[in-house]
């Protein structure tokens, strides 16, 4: 696959986190990782440990708030390399989501008590953001937060919650004003997870994981200094950080780690249409890197982005579903076999439960179909 980071520069930098990872990451988990095998917590946070030891855990953060100063072609060279050796990947919610929030809108109180914890993992967080009935639609929010003395009073459910069961800290998305328009009414705060009235059930998945959960608030008092930016902004926040969220969601890493397994499968397999597929599949992929390296250039040139990361999420979710689709067909029975780590067939190990896990990828984040109708309003004016 033509590479289009290939530059000294770059070459010099991969082979600073070849040598890292060489160093660091735990060959268990490495092992498990190759196999499609799901992650235990204790993967991601011994290697996010690591990762804070050597300061990368924060590549978009400013360094002044401990970011790792990545540009947008380090960011992409290294969510490659990450995937390609097999190191796990750290948590969203506290790096790549709240975090740059309350840089940008947080005050100064939230950044020093949140920010050196999301760093060094002493806090994890998840987010609060879809209800029972409002995901796509998420300004349906109903969960409602009432004034009290010194705080608020938030009682609602939220749905989906992905890794609560490790969390210790929640962003989340609360209706305070239901007289104006439903995205007018709405501000983020940030809960404790062992805040009285807190609750958490577990949502068993199709592979068989509890990845998610339902969350539910019961007059959960939350002060007002928990409060990001202005009461009755967070639509705004949200915006922004789903924004943020969508420039990475393509997943350009994943994309070429799954490419590289789907051609190790097919070896030998004599299977034109297959190889016919790969090649499709691996142009869609040169394309969704050039894009994503033009949209991050843009953002590093403080040009506002808007609707248009919407196609990052919709194609990059696109092409990993369809390499998961293609790995099942190259498996084939065999995919459905138990097979011994270290056999011949080991490569065909946990190839059922992938498909069905990612099928999860073109709907959280805003399903692909709200992505579309976004692109059709705010950029084709339609």
């Not at 070849?18 to 988990?29: H, I, S």
């Not at 990368?56 to 960011?75: D, K, L, N």
């Not at 034109?272 to 969704?288: C, H, K, Q, S």
């Not at 190259?330 to 498909?355: K, M, R, T």
Request: glycine content about 10%.
């Amino acid at each position: 696959m033509t590479d289009l980071l290939n530059s000294p520069e770059d070459i010099a930098f991969r082979r600073e986190i070849r040598d890292f990872v060489a160093a660091e990451l735990n060959p268990d988990t490495r092992d498990r990782i190759r196999r499609g095998a799901p992650l235990r917590h204790e993967d991601i946070a011994r290697w996010h440990k690591s990762m804070y030891r050597k300061g990368w855990v924060a590549p978009t953060w400013p360094v002044q708030h401990g970011g790792a100063g990545w540009s947008a072609r380090q960011r992409l060279i290294a969510d490659e390399e990450l995937f390609r050796l097999h190191t796990p990947p750290l948590p969203n919610f506290g790096p790549r989501m709240i975090g740059p929030i309350l840089i940008r809108f947080g005050s100064r109180a939230q950044q020093q008590r949140f920010l050196p914890a999301i760093l060094s993992g002493a806090d994890w967080w998840c987010q609060g953001f879809s209800e029972p009935g409002a995901g796509s639609d998420l300004a349906s929010l109903t969960t409602r937060a009432v004034p009290t003395d010194g705080g608020w009073i938030v009682t609602g459910a939220k749905t989906w919650t992905t890794f609560a069961q490790h969390a210790n800290r929640m962003f989340c998305l609360v209706r305070t004003d239901g007289q104006v328009k439903k995205q007018e009414g709405i501000s983020m705060m940030l809960i404790d997870m062992d805040a009285p009235g807190v609750s958490r059930r577990p949502i068993r998945l199709m592979d068989g994981t509890e990845e998610v959960n339902e969350i539910l608030l019961d007059q959960v008092f939350v002060p007002c200094g928990m409060v990001v930016g202005e009461v009755n902004r967070g639509w705004t926040y949200a915006k922004a950080l789903l924004e943020g969220e969508r420039l990475g969601i393509g997943g350009i890493g994943r994309c070429k780690h799954l490419l590289g397994r789907v051609r190790h499968m097919a070896q030998g397999a004599d299977d034109a249409l297959a190889d016919a597929r790969l090649a499709e599949l691996e142009i869609d992929i040169m394309a969704l890197e050039a894009t994503t390296l033009r949209l991050l250039a843009a953002a590093e040139a403080g040009v506002p982005l808007g609707a248009e990361t919407s196609l990052l999420k919709i194609r990059g979710t696109e092409i990993q579903q369809a390499l998961t689709e293609l790995m099942l067909d190259i498996a084939g029975p065999a995919a459905l076999v138990p097979v011994a780590a270290g056999s011949n067939e080991d490569v065909f190990e946990n190839v059922v439960c992938q498909f069905l896990n990612w099928r999860k990828l073109s709907i959280y984040g805003g399903s692909n179909e709200i992505q579309r109708t976004i692109l059709a309003g705010q950029v084709l004016g339609l």
